[in-house]
């Protein structure tokens, strides 16, 4: 599956973004999704994720400000992100697994290109 992420940009703190994932190749009803974020020179960092069936689990640091959301119909994934921090700033990718384990980056085979997402104070 191809993975196509959209979105970023550059926001002021408190600020919302929405981040897509667009699949194309193969339908994502397959896949769990996830997301995750890197920022300079740090590891990438696991942030979201949304199983074939719905279930979510979300990393602390956004829990109860960020929303992963799918649309099978669209073969898109969405990442809702309210209440930006300076700290958000990232690089952020969206991936798609059929492991059984999603919450790391090595569960994940397929990785969209990223998209810069930049918080100002």
């Known amino acids: 599956v191809q993975l196509q992420a959209s979105g970023g940009g550059l926001v002021h703190s408190g600020d919302s973004l929405r981040l897509s994932c667009a699949a194309s190749g193969r339908t994502l009803r397959a896949y769990h999704m996830g997301w995750f974020r890197q920022a300079p020179g740090k590891e990438r960092e696991f942030v979201v994720a949304?199983?074939?069936?719905?279930?979510?689990r979300y990393a602390e640091f956004v829990k109860g400000r960020f929303t992963i959301s799918r649309d099978n119909a669209k073969n898109t994934v969405y990442l809702q992100m309210n209440s930006l921090k300076p700290e958000d700033t990232a690089v952020y990718y969206c991936?798609?697994?059929?492991?059984?384990?999603?919450?790391?980056?090595?569960?994940?085979?397929?990785w969209g290109q990223g998209t810069q997402v930049t918080v100002s104070s």
């Open positions: 991936a798609a697994t059929s492991s059984v384990l999603y919450y790391r980056p090595t569960d994940y085979g397929s």
């Open positions: 949304i199983n074939r069936s719905g279930g979510t």
